[in-house]
Structure formats: structure tokens, C-alpha cells
């Protein structure tokens, strides 16, 4: 058996691979774990707003090929994993989030919790909800334009609006997804995150609920000897970095 590669290693293995190699399987349970290192990835507020979508089943597969326009990296994936970020599941996971305090903290009387408890419980009780609750986007550019009052004298949290919100989701999913390919590099797997698709499609194929959103569909196999389609650019690193 291979050895683990380092989280280094992992990382410099890593390509976006384009064909995967048709005669090698893959170990369905490997990619399983894989995605339970993916919600070990950080998240705001802890509100986990994520799905994972693990298809191996041929059929889905061929639909799913279709829906990410036949690319190459779809086509020959020996299974695909669908990251889906999930706003509208908040009031859920934020529940969880108290749940799981109280079992810590034990479920007792409010005036019993320590200063430290209280805050942990409120953030999730009260600071959450007027930040997520929304209707029709109206409500998210009127906190926009309080919370950008307030911001004139004295730093405040300023993403509230709907397409803000979006974005912390996706962003908190993007981090999972990473964690998934870069534990899939360690075990010697390949991938190929796919931006490209017919977002609606995938959502049928799924049977997601309106308020899901695809952040990416992620080809999963061993790269064929041709699959990396050229050598690694990456702009130059002091473009890019700045020490202060």
C-alpha cells in the first residue's frame, strides 16, 4: 500500500485532471471518507450551509456527463461528488449549533449559564436569525443600509444582503470541496473540480429543492497518462503576495 502523502505532498500532486483512466477503478469507501474530511473544512458560524452529493450509480452518471456539457473530466470520472451550498437550510443548522452548546453546557435554567455560555447561545438565538432572515432580498438591503450607518462609526459586519449571504455559503462550501480534493491527492486519487454545468439540470438530477445551489460538480478517478492537459501556471508568487 502507498503511503499517505504529506498535506505538501498532497497539494503538489493535485491537478485539475481532464481524463481519468478508464481501466482503474476507485474505492468508493476511500471517496466516502474523503468527503468526511471535506465537513471538517472551516465554515461561517459553524452553519455547516452544505451538501455532498456522492454519485456512483451509472445511470446518474450518464446524466450528469450531460448536464456538465460532456466535458472530458465528467465523461471518464469513475464517480462524480455534487458540492451543493444550502442558505436556505440555516434556521436547521443553526438549531443544531444550540443543540449541540446545551449538551455541552447542560440544558438548564437561563440565569444558570455562565457570561461566556450566554454569548454563545445568543449568537446563534439572536444575532443569526435578523442577519439570515430574509424576504424578497428587501429585508437584507434595508440591515445593508443600517448596518452601513453604523458602520460610520465603528467597524461592523457588513455582508447581510442576499447575494452577500450567497456568497458566505459558497465560500464555506469551497473550503469543503478543497479539503475533499486535497484528501483525495493524499490516497494517491484524482479530481477535477467543474464549474461548468447546467446548474438547473444538475438540481433535476438531484431532485434539490429550489433553495439549493450547485457550487461545483467534481470528477473523481486515477489520471490517465494524457489526462493533465499541460504543465502547472501559476502567476508569479510577488504578484500575488504582500507582507505588511
Same mark, same amino acid.
Given at each position: 500500500? +502507498?503511503p499517505?502523502?504529506t498535506?505538501?505532498e498532497?497539494?503538489? !500532486?493535485?491537478?485539475?485532471?481532464? @481524463? %481519468?483512466d478508464?481501466d482503474?477503478?476507485?474505492? +468508493?469507501?476511500?471517496v466516502?471518507?474523503? @468527503?468526511? *474530511?471535506?465537513?471538517?473544512a472551516p465554515t461561517s458560524? #459553524?452553519l455547516q &450551509?452544505w451538501?455532498?452529493?456522492?454519485v456512483?450509480?451509472?445511470?446518474?452518471?450518464?446524466?450528469?456527463?450531460?448536464?456538465c456539457?460532456?466535458? *472530458?473530466?465528467a465523461?471518464?470520472?469513475?464517480?462524480? @461528488?455534487?458540492v451543493?451550498?444550502?442558505?436556505?437550510?440555516?434556521?436547521?443548522?443553526?438549531?443544531? #449549533?444550540?443543540d449541540f452548546?446545551?449538551?455541552? !453546557?447542560?440544558?438548564?435554567?437561563?440565569q444558570? !449559564?455562565?457570561?461566556r455560555?450566554?454569548?454563545?447561545?445568543n449568537?446563534?438565538?439572536?444575532?443569526i436569525?435578523?442577519?439570515?432572515?430574509?424576504?424578497l432580498?428587501?429585508y437584507g438591503? &434595508?440591515?445593508?443600509?443600517? %448596518? *452601513?450607518?453604523?458602520?460610520?462609526?465603528?467597524?461592523?459586519y457588513?455582508?447581510?444582503?442576499?447575494?452577500?449571504l450567497?456568497?458566505?455559503?459558497?465560500k464555506?462550501a469551497? &473550503?469543503?470541496a478543497? #479539503?475533499?480534493?486535497?484528501?483525495?491527492a493524499?490516497?494517491?486519487?484524482?479530481?477535477?473540480?467543474?464549474?461548468?454545468s447546467?446548474t438547473?439540470?444538475?438540481?433535476?438530477i438531484?431532485?434539490?429543492?429550489?433553495?439549493?445551489?450547485? #457550487?461545483m460538480?467534481?470528477?473523481?478517478g @486515477?489520471?490517465?497518462e *494524457?489526462?493533465?492537459?499541460g504543465?502547472?501556471?501559476?502567476?508569479? %508568487?510577488?504578484?500575488?503576495?504582500f507582507?505588511?
Open positions: 500500500m +502507498t499517505e502523502k498535506v505538501t498532497a497539494i503538489q !500532486y493535485r491537478r485539475s485532471v481532464r @481524463v %481519468f478508464k482503474i477503478e476507485i474505492d +468508493t469507501e476511500k466516502k471518507q474523503c @468527503v468526511k *474530511n471535506a465537513v471538517l458560524s #459553524n &450551509l451538501e455532498f452529493y456522492h456512483t450509480d451509472e445511470a446518474v452518471l450518464k446524466q450528469l456527463t450531460e448536464a456539457l460532456g466535458q *472530458n473530466a465523461k471518464t470520472a469513475k464517480q462524480l @461528488v455534487v451543493v451550498a444550502r442558505k436556505d437550510l440555516w434556521k436547521q443548522r443553526a438549531k443544531a #449549533n444550540v452548546l446545551k449538551s455541552l !453546557y447542560g440544558d438548564k435554567p437561563k444558570e !449559564y455562565s457570561r455560555e450566554k454569548f454563545a447561545l449568537y446563534y438565538q439572536k444575532l436569525p435578523p442577519i439570515y432572515a430574509e424576504f432580498g428587501i438591503w &434595508l440591515k445593508y443600509v443600517v %448596518f *452601513n450607518c453604523i458602520g460610520l462609526f465603528r467597524p461592523v457588513r455582508q447581510v444582503r442576499l447575494s452577500d450567497r456568497i458566505v455559503a459558497h464555506s469551497g &473550503l469543503a478543497q #479539503n475533499f480534493m486535497i484528501s483525495m493524499a490516497i494517491g486519487y484524482d479530481t477535477c473540480p467543474m464549474e461548468g447546467d438547473l439540470r444538475v438540481k433535476k438531484l431532485k434539490l429543492p429550489r433553495g439549493a445551489e450547485i #457550487n460538480v467534481i470528477g473523481c @486515477v489520471r490517465d *494524457n489526462g493533465v492537459y504543465p502547472q501556471f501559476r502567476v508569479p %508568487f510577488e504578484t500575488t503576495y507582507e505588511l
